[in-house]
């Protein structure tokens, strides 16, 4: 009988992970675009189905776009786990932000990038407590440039750990973005890989932090709260 409970939770957890794949939820930011999109969809098949065709493709983009699936962190703060999906595009040791007074201290930052493919939902890297949040507008450059860390439109993380340890993470609007959504406060106690955010439409997402190992490599795709970056 204990097996077969057992083998019973074993076929729910992989059945619930395989629609988690399959269909996951989406962000609520991606409600009013998904709605448009169906109406949209509905309409043209009226007139085209070859243009109704296209909109349930542009339809079926949209619902993944703003997909918000479960992940699993390891839960172990000796890790920095990414913040993002995408890919690594550039890792330099450089002075932390001056927005958030931490221009005379050297970080090693990790930048991200996501494309319009990527699950765009952000998350933080470390159990901790969110010191400081400051949003920057700006431009809306290519977030795959260096200078998309000085010019575009951010928004800035400081999070503190038990230890002490200060990272910061930032939100970097794209060519597309035109919003950087926020869900956390100021004093707020996180989770590691609890959700922070997220931007809508292709964008990049920068961590700094020091005094730590990098395990994370230019070029490598990472998964938001599951992929390790960095250890003690």
Not at 169 to 197: P, T
């Amino acid at each position: 009988m204990i097996f077969i409970h057992i083998n019973e939770k074993l076929s729910n957890l992989i059945i619930n992970n395989m629609l988690n794949n399959v269909f996951p939820k989406i962000h609520k930011e991606g409600y009013k675009f998904l709605a448009i999109s169906i109406i949209i969809t509905f309409l043209f098949l009226l007139v085209s189905k070859f243009l109704g065709c296209i909109m349930i493709i542009i339809t079926v983009w949209v619902y993944y776009f703003f997909r918000d699936p479960e992940r699993y962190s390891i839960d172990d703060d000796k890790f920095l786990v990414s913040p993002a999906d995408g890919l690594i595009s550039n890792i330099s040791e450089i002075s932390g932000p001056i927005e958030l007074g931490l221009e005379n201290k050297t970080f090693t930052k990790v930048s991200i990038f996501m494309n319009v493919f990527n699950c765009h939902v952000n998350r933080v890297p470390i159990s901790s407590t969110v010191e400081e949040i400051f949003y920057k507008p700006g431009k809306f450059l290519n977030a795959s440039l260096d200078k998309a860390s000085e010019e575009n439109e951010r928004n800035y993380y400081k999070i503190k750990t038990k230890k002490g340890e200060e990272i910061v993470i930032v939100q970097i609007a794209g060519l597309i973005a035109r919003r950087i959504v926020c869900e956390v406060s100021k004093n707020q106690d996180l989770n590691q890989g609890e959700r922070i955010g997220m931007i809508r439409f292709g964008s990049r997402v920068d961590v700094y932090f020091n005094n730590r190992k990098l395990l994370a490599k230019v070029g490598q795709n990472v998964v938001a709260g599951e992929s390790l970056i960095a250890t003690e």
